[in-house]
C-alpha cells in the first residue's frame, strides 16, 4: 500500500523532494506538500483505492506522512496495513 500512496504522492504532491525514497514518518509539509496539493492527494487516493474521506479525516496530520495516510486509507478501504 505504501508504494501506491508513494506513487500518488509524486504524481500529485507537487514536492520539492522525491517522496519515493523519504521517511515513512517524515513530515510531508516540510518537504514541500502544500496544502492545496494535498487536496489534489486526497482526491487521487479517493479513486485508487475507492473510498470517501469523511470529515473527520480532512485534516492536515492525515497527510503529513505517508504513515499518516497509510493509516487513513487502510481504515477506510478495510485492508490492513
Known amino acids: 500500500m505504501q508504494s501506491r ?3 500518488i504522492l509524486a504524481s500529485h504532491g507537487k514536492m520539492a523532494t522525491d517522496p519515493t ?3 515513512s514518518s517524515a513530515d510531508l ?3 514541500g506538500l502544500t ?3 494535498s487536496v ?3 482526491l487521487a ?3 485508487e483505492f475507492d473510498i470517501e474521506f469523511p470529515d473527520e479525516d480532512l485534516k492536515k496530520a492525515t497527510f503529513s506522512s505517508v504513515d499518516n495516510i497509510e493509516a487513513v486509507v487502510s ?3 478495510g ?3
Do not use: F, G
Open 45 to 47: 487516493l479517493e479513486d
Open 79 to 81: 485492508e490492513s496495513v
Open 5 to 7: 500512496i508513494r506513487e
Open 21 to 23: 525514497s523519504v521517511e
Open 40 to 42: 489534489n492527494v486526497m
Open 75 to 77: 481504515r477506510l478501504s
Open 29 to 31: 509539509y516540510e518537504l
Open 35 to 37: 496544502s492545496h496539493a
